[in-house]
């Protein structure tokens, strides 16, 4: 992906800034922004690390 000056301008969905974050408020943020765009986002936690899953909801729509 080429993302220099010579691009069309991007288009910002939502913005915002976490101060002293956690993962689950990235993902909250993420299924607020995106959800009615057809991706839910889940989360858990495995021991120390994180798993991460995208949904596309469009799919069941569908079926």
Do not use: C, W
């Not at 839910?40 to 949904?55: C, K, N």
């Amino acid at each position: 992906m080429n993302v220099s000056a010579d691009h069309e301008k991007l288009i910002t969905l939502a913005q915002r800034r976490f101060n002293g974050f956690t993962p689950h408020q990235v993902v909250t943020f993420l299924n607020q922004v995106l959800k009615e765009r057809g991706f839910i986002f889940g989360l858990r936690q495995l021991d120390s690390d994180y798993e991460l899953t995208i949904y596309d909801i469009r799919a069941q729509d569908e079926a």
